[in-house]
């Protein structure tokens, strides 16, 4: 094994490692953020509004959603299934 080997093998672990570290800190910063909307002072606005308005949220316009499955369902061809299977 010559030095070239050995070094392109601790450079991709380290490559590796350093994947694994910057990984690990997204998927922490998304759950704690994630985990940050509701706190004390949140519950506290749900419990004497019996709403809690978050920045960014819109809340789901179910009519809106009804309107898109139904003209999804309305323009989606099906092909029929062979009636015969001989």
Not at 19 to 44: F, M, N, P, Q, T
């Amino acid at each position: 094994m010559s030095w070239i080997d050995f070094f392109a093998g601790a450079a991709l672990g380290a490559l590796i490692v350093l994947a694994w570290i910057r990984r690990r800190r997204s998927l922490r910063e998304r759950i704690l953020e994630a985990s940050s909307r509701v706190d004390d002072r949140a519950v506290e606005e749900i419990i004497r509004r019996g709403v809690l308005e978050v920045e960014g949220d819109e809340p789901l316009d179910l009519d809106e959603i009804a309107e898109a499955e139904r003209a999804f369902w309305e323009t989606e061809e099906w092909d029929r299934a062979e009636e015969d299977w001989s």
